[in-house]
T-cell receptor
Framework: NAGVTQTPKFQVLKTGQSMTLQCAQD?????MYWYRQDPGMGLRLIYY???????DKGEVPNGYNVSRLNKREFSLRLESAAPSQTSVYFC????????????FGPGTRLTVT | LAKTTQPISMDSYEGQEVNITCSHN???????ITWYQQFPSQGPRFIIQ???TKVTNEVASLFIPADRKSSTLSLPRVSLSDTAVYYC??????????????FGSGTRLQVQP
């Protein structure tokens, strides 16, 4: 089992460029999440998907879009990157929403210049 | 969202017991208390979760007083590899709305030889 995988590991974008961060899990989990973590800070929830076919906003959704492609995959898209989106992005999954343990991927380190 | 307050940092020595306390005065009836550990350049990892009294697993113990307004994560006999950031989260429960688990800034534990 690979658990939660994320691609790419690193990315540098220029302001205004777009990109999609990919996330996949092989644990047959229903719920998936995207977080961002700024230097020295805790994680903030961007979007989540409670189950296949549903998505909902978290604390900081502005500037992002998501797609729950199927049960395994949950992608995060930046349509027009801004320097304020420089961060480490973590994808996570859990059996279900709520109190269930979340399993995290290794993260994507994104720099927007 | 139930707000949590933790010490920003703690120092300890190998072999000592470490107790990290988290305050969550406005915890809701259905909220659980969950602790995660995060090493540099990695995603958080679940440590322990509880609702009331005491929970123990192979890694840690979680003490929750009757009023549930605080909780204490206890790490017995820490080693250098326990140096990490520890997050206290309150929420989840049976709520299926947007009130997702929120990561605060965490407690940075430094274990010295």
């Amino acid at each position: 089992n690979a658990g939660v995988t994320q691609t790419p590991k690193f990315q540098v974008l220029k302001t205004g460029q777009s990109m999609t961060l990919q996330c996949a899990q092989d644990m047959n989990h229903n719920s998936m999440y995207w977080y961002r973590q700024d230097p020295g800070m805790g994680l903030r929830l961007i979007y989540y998907s409670a189950s296949e076919g549903t998505t909902d906003k978290g604390e900081v959704p502005n500037g992002y879009n998501v797609s729950r492609l199927n049960k395994r995959e949950f992608s995060l898209r930046l349509e027009s990157a801004a320097p304020s989106q420089t961060s480490v992005y973590f994808c996570a999954s859990s059996e279900a929403r709520g109190l269930h343990e979340q399993y995290f991927g290794p993260g994507t380190r994104l720099t927007v210049t | 969202l139930a707000k949590t307050t933790q010490p920003i940092s703690m120092d300890s020595y190998e072999g000592q017991e470490v107790n990290i306390t988290c305050s969550h005065n406005n915890i809701a009836t259905n909220d659980y208390i969950t602790w995660y550990q995060q090493f540099p350049s990695q995603g958080p990892r679940f440590i322990i979760q509880g609702y009331k009294t005491k929970v123990t697993n192979e890694v840690a113990s979680l003490f929750i007083p009757a009023d549930r307004k605080s909780s204490t994560l206890s790490l017995p006999r820490v080693s250098l590899s326990d140096t990490a950031v520890y997050y206290c989260l309150v929420g989840g429960g049976f709520d299926t709305g947007r009130r997702a688990l929120t990561f605060g800034s965490g407690t940075r534990l430094q274990v010295q030889p």
